[in-house]
């Protein structure tokens, strides 16, 4: 198995987790759960911002001082509106219960600035579709780089049955802005329905990194740097979370010279 795959818990409350410690780098941290109606997840941001995605389900999020009750709007990932987030600042505690079965995720990086906890409501958010032809994807922007934060860039992408996505394939793993920023990122997998199966290859211009992985439902892909395009067979939907953090809080990328023609194809 890719030493870049971390596969998901079929049960139990945490589905999947990466930390820094186990990616082997410095900023992204991710971790997502399962919550029946009534339990509880509890934690400390420590030295981190966080932002909670209310991916399905309904929860109430404590922030500190700060509650926001019953948050939540959707059954699936994949239905058509924006989900519910929290951003919570470092050296927080944090309470999240479950109103109803919920599925949450934990999208977190260093940070130095105590700004205070607050609702990213879906209105808020902005959607766009990228890409044309058998390449269109839909993006959700749930913590862009327009909104504050110390580090953490979360965005969602729904990409359509028989479809690319993050392609043509595009890296930022270089501390050279504004032609690329240094951002590690994490990739996490729903598929729609839930057997199906995406690829997803993570490569570098000198091969040192080259991963072929297929990912299945609640997978996660550690992409530390270099270009990591998904495809999605035919018959499936995919969805991916995505979390990206590094020195620099902005989203610079670098096209694949070998397939940049593909942005001027009809």
């Not at 870049?4 to 186990?22: D, H, M, N, R």
């Not at 299945?216 to 939907?237: A, I, L």
Request: proline share 7%; glycine share 8%.
């Amino acid at each position: 198995m890719s030493p870049l795959l971390v596969k998901a818990a079929k049960t139990g409350g945490k589905i999947v987790e990466v930390t820094p410690a186990s990616a082997g780098w410095t900023h992204v941290g991710f971790a997502a759960h399962r919550l029946q109606a009534g339990e509880s997840l509890s934690l400390d941001t420590g030295r981190r911002e966080l932002c909670i995605v209310v991916l399905t389900g309904m929860v109430t999020v404590r922030a500190g001082e700060q509650m926001w009750e019953a948050i939540g709007n959707r059954q699936s990932v994949f239905d058509d509106v924006s989900p519910y987030a929290v951003y919570v600042p470092l050296e927080t505690t944090v309470g999240i219960t479950a109103v109803s079965n919920a599925e949450v995720a934990l999208c977190s990086a260093p940070a130095t600035t105590q700004r205070p906890a607050r609702l990213i409501e879906p209105l808020s958010m902005t959607r766009s579709v990228r890409g044309k032809g058998a390449n269109t994807r839909y993006v959700c922007d749930i913590l862009p780089q327009t909104a504050e934060a110390d580090g953490l860039l979360v965005v969602e992408v729904v990409t359509p049955s028989g479809h690319s996505s993050s392609y043509p394939p595009h890296k930022h793993d270089s501390d050279n802005v504004p032609l690329e920023s240094s951002l590690e990122e994490t990739y996490y997998h729903r598929l729609n329905p839930e057997q199906g199966f995406a690829f997803q290859r993570v490569y570098t211009d000198d091969r040192s990194i080259d991963e072929a992985m297929a990912v299945e439902n609640h997978d996660v892909v550690m992409v530390p740097r270099g270009y990591h395009p998904v495809t999605v067979p035919y018959g499936y939907d995919g969805y991916y979370l995505n979390v990206m953090a590094g020195p620099k809080r902005v989203w610079h990328f670098k096209n694949d010279p070998a397939h940049e023609w593909l942005m001027n194809s009809k």
